[in-house]
């Protein structure tokens, strides 16, 4: 997984839906991105543009995701994560309604911390 995360450059975190339940690689829908994207758009007053460079590196993402057209795979997980980790905290931009939350867990959670080891058995 290491190198996967080396080929992708992402940072050393992974996403979980539920309490308990890991998932290494989940990340949001094409329309759950275009729907974080309108909402963070609308609320900075950033171009497209350069929220996808932000995000993932790649200026045309959400240009081509407004535009309802697909992206990478690797694109759309860079953005999960983005948004995940850079999302203003507080009343400064509520978090869509139409969105389910998926919950960051660092990766590199020490073993002797509550939990580690429930990461550890599910794969981690």
Known sequence: MARLRSIYKLPHAR????PGVEYPWRMYSRRELVILAK???AATGMAASTLGT???GNDR???RLLEGRDCKASSAE???LWFEQNWPAGDLLRWPVEVRRLRLVAANRRHDEPGAKAGMAAGA
């Open 15 to 18: 996403l979980t839906g539920s």
């Open 61 to 63: 993402l959400f240009i």
């Open 54 to 56: 932000r995000a993932a």
């Open 39 to 41: 909402a963070y758009l």
């Open 78 to 80: 860079a953005a999960s």
